[in-house]
């Protein structure tokens, strides 16, 4: 025994600290760019259009609905709920996509609420791939997917959207799939593929045929179709979303993922979803019930709520899912009026509230050289940042490594921003041409 005061014998020197290192399954795994550029915020304090997430209020109801529960008398409400979702939630959502999807959605074992959606990314990856298993991820991607894939010792399988080469404007849907290079990729070890629609970070919103092929080869192949359906009210110019799971023969094998944070702009409450049939979702029931196990109460009541209020009048023009894309395509078009003017060329976005914008034709401009990084993306964002006070997100952090090079001409800027902070972005880039 040890007396008192006394401590276990120290290492003898840090070789013994290996012991502590990241294990395999995290070992390559590096700090996020949103750490990295968060930090650099901080330092120089940009305008900031890198970062995903409004600077403006969220609707009142939303808000309000939180609010209210605070003073609630009913004290439950600030108590543990039902762990695979707030039971006033899940039957909000299962009403809400039972008539998206065509299809009765059971509240209690179709849906699973999460930590966001990047939890119920997490859980589905963890709860469906195994060792070995191959997951197909488009580029650019969202920049957890491969880690995630990585640490659920899976194999992740990589092919670029690749931009059309055309005069004149260029909209998301010229980034294309190469359906060859895609057939390829599908055999008896691919386990998932990864969809992103409306993409981030091109706003790329898939069409029918396109959904169509990819579904085809998942029926072919016996994969499963992780469709990531964060901005799936924010479409423009009458673009459809379609919904993959909608597809014949697609409800089997697709799990699809929302989010409260993207649908009524408040990305700090953290609470998504992911929907599907039982058989699949309650693998990721296993993986939530062992790890978050349960999400805060008050915020999936504030949730439900609020999607009560859109039930209500959904479709009609007074709902948010319609009004919060009708206000944010004026923003669109002015981010692409000012990027062009400044030299640069946008592509304009049929979906979300991304833009990426080809830089390259100011490099002359520019003294990249003071910057020490590997891409160019990452020297010109940190280029602006420290010397013109506007902040972006290189976009090569949204690929593979052996494709990086794919992403290092552009920077991706967001427009869910107050005008008046559009508008300094583009005074800064006039100032400066």
């Given at each position: 025994m040890y007396k008192s005061g006394e401590c276990s014998k120290p290492v003898a020197d840090s070789k013994g600290m290996e012991k502590f290192d990241l294990p395999k399954r995290l070992q390559g795994s590096a700090p996020s760019v949103w750490n990295e550029y968060i930090a650099l915020a901080m330092q120089y304090k940009p305008l900031n259009l890198g970062q995903g997430f409004p600077d403006d209020a969220a609707p009142e109801y939303v808000t309000n609905a939180l609010a209210d529960i605070a003073k609630d008398a009913n004290p439950l409400l600030h108590q543990y709920t039902r762990g695979n979702g707030h039971v006033r939630l899940v039957q909000a959502l299962s009403k809400l996509y039972s008539g998206l999807v065509g299809r009765d959605v059971n509240p209690l074992n179709e849906i699973l609420v999460t930590s966001g959606a990047y939890e119920?990314?997490?859980?589905?990856?963890?709860?469906?791939?195994?060792?070995?298993?191959?997951?197909?991820?488009?580029?650019?991607?969202?920049?957890?997917?491969?880690?995630?894939?990585?640490?659920?010792?899976?194999?992740?399988?990589?092919?670029?959207?690749?931009?059309?080469?055309?005069?004149?404007?260029?909209?998301?849907?010229?980034?294309?799939l190469d359906v060859a290079e895609l057939e390829k990729m599908f055999n008896e070890k691919t386990k998932v593929i990864i969809l992103n629609t409306p993409h981030n970070p091109t706003g790329k919103v898939f069409n029918r045929k396109e959904l169509e092929v990819i579904a085809d080869l998942c029926r072919k192949w016996n994969v499963l179709c992780v469709s990531d359906e964060v901005y799936e009210w924010l479409v423009f110019d009458g673009v459809e979303h379609v919904r993959i799971c909608t597809l014949p023969g697609m409800w089997d094998r697709t799990i699809t993922i929302g989010s409260a944070g993207k649908t009524f702009s408040v990305t700090g409450w953290k609470i998504g979803w992911a929907?599907?049939?039982?058989?699949?979702?309650?693998?990721?029931?296993?993986?939530?019930?062992?790890?978050?196990?349960?999400?805060?109460?008050?915020?999936?009541?504030s949730v439900a709520r609020s999607f009560e209020v859109e039930l209500a009048r959904l479709g009609n023009p007074e709902s948010y899912f319609l009004s919060l894309p009708?206000?944010?395509?004026?923003?669109?078009?002015?981010?692409?009026k000012f990027l062009s003017e400044a030299g640069m060329r946008p592509t304009i976005p049929?979906?979300?509230?991304?833009?990426?914008?080809?830089?390259?034709?100011?490099?002359?401009?520019?003294?990249?050289?003071?910057?020490?990084?590997?891409?160019?993306?990452?020297?010109?964002?940190?280029?602006?940042?420290?010397?013109?006070?506007?902040?972006?997100?290189?976009?090569?952090?949204?690929?593979?490594?052996?494709?990086?090079?794919?992403?290092?001409?552009?920077?991706?800027?967001?427009?869910?921003?107050?005008q008046e902070n559009l508008n300094k972005a583009a005074e800064l880039l006039k100032s400066w041409k």
């Open positions: 119920a990314l997490y859980s589905t990856i963890m709860g469906h791939v195994d060792n070995g298993d191959e997951v197909i991820i488009i580029e650019p991607f969202f920049d957890c997917y491969e880690p995630m894939v990585k640490m659920a010792n899976g194999v992740p399988r990589f092919i670029p959207l690749k931009l059309s080469e055309k005069e004149g404007p260029i909209s998301s849907a010229d980034w294309v929907y599907g049939p039982h058989q699949l979702i309650r693998n990721l029931q296993m993986v939530h019930q062992n790890s978050v196990y349960t999400c805060p109460t008050p915020i999936q009541e009708h206000e944010l395509k004026p923003k669109r078009d002015f981010m692409a049929e979906g979300g509230y991304f833009m990426l914008a080809d830089w390259t034709p100011l490099a002359a401009k520019l003294n990249l050289e003071s910057e020490p990084d590997k891409y160019r993306d990452y020297k010109f964002t940190k280029w602006m940042t420290k010397n013109m006070g506007l902040q972006g997100i290189p976009p090569s952090a949204f690929y593979s490594e052996p494709n990086k090079h794919l992403g290092e001409d552009f920077v991706r800027y967001c427009f869910i921003k107050k």
